[in-house]
């Protein structure tokens, strides 16, 4: 179990997919808050049958559909793939499957646990302990600006390795022109993210708030979209308690600055 972490738009979800590209082999879910463990695992719902008559069925969730690929085809790996692991309550979408993270030398489920419909799902046997095979690998991601959305505590971390993702502006994206400028999107973040850190001193958290090398694409350096996605993340995220660190204090609202940012573009 790996979880990638770090600022958004560092590139954990790009770093997910040098691991695995392949749709046939992979389960990908975002967690939110209304994400729950039926939707996660399975439920049992109403369904038609063939004579047309009512019957309630289990309808495996994400995990369980993987878990019988991974179960059914041992010799492919398989991935089940968390986007924003802690905006959804973790520890309670994954109910007792949280014991299933604990793995053996062999990559295997250290315990069991039961579960009839899953059992029966997978392995045809409803009273078969359920437990992750070696190749199910399970990756996530985590924005740390958002790591008090959903606390992910000790003992649920602990069943992961850990990745952080380095916010490294080195390629050539860094040297793309902020349209309407003539300074670099890296040049920019960079010193963003200085100011960031330097007023995390002040205000606990605000560390995390910096920019990610990829927070904006190369299309997203256009005049008509760069306000709308970098300077209004600064006012009303990055500098909310703090507007004057970056920000003329003659501008009194985020209309204003887009209204000077569009017209200086012209």
């Not at 695995?20 to 996660?40: A, K, L």
């Not at 078969?128 to 959903?150: E, G, W």
């Not at 190369?218 to 004057?244: C, G, N, Q, S, T």
């Amino acid at each position: 179990n790996i979880l990638y972490y770090g600022v958004p738009g560092s590139g954990k979800s790009y770093a997910i997919s040098k691991i695995c590209s392949e749709e046939e082999y992979m389960e990908r879910v975002v967690f939110h808050p209304d994400y729950t463990y039926s939707d996660f695992v399975g439920q049992i719902l109403p369904r038609l049958n063939s004579e047309n008559k009512l019957e309630y069925v289990f309808t495996p969730g994400p995990f369980t559909r993987v878990l019988q690929k991974a179960f059914n085809n041992p010799e492919n790996m398989y991935y089940l793939i968390i986007e924003e692991i802690n905006r959804g309550n973790a520890p309670a979408i994954f109910g007792e499957i949280f014991q299933l993270l604990d793995r053996n030398e062999k990559g295997t489920s250290e315990y069991g646990i039961s579960n009839y419909e899953v059992a029966n799902e997978v392995y045809k046997n409803p009273n078969h302990p359920v437990k992750i095979p070696s190749n199910l690998t399970v990756l996530a991601t985590m924005n740390t600006s958002d790591q008090n959305v959903f606390t992910l505590d000790t003992a649920f971390q602990r069943r992961w390795k850990m990745k952080h993702i380095p916010n490294k502006f080195n390629d050539e994206h860094a040297k793309d022109i902020i349209q309407g400028t003539q300074i670099t999107w890296g040049a920019f973040a960079t010193v963003i993210n200085e100011m960031v850190v330097d007023i995390s001193l002040d205000m606990t958290g605000s560390g995390d708030k910096r920019l990610g090398a990829y927070f904006a694409k190369i299309h997203e350096l256009k005049a008509d979209i760069f306000p709308e996605k970098v300077l209004k993340y600064l006012w009303d995220d990055a500098f909310r308690m703090d507007k004057e660190t970056i920000f003329d204090e003659k501008y009194k609202s985020l209309e204003d600055i887009i209204e000077v940012y569009e017209q200086s573009s012209e």
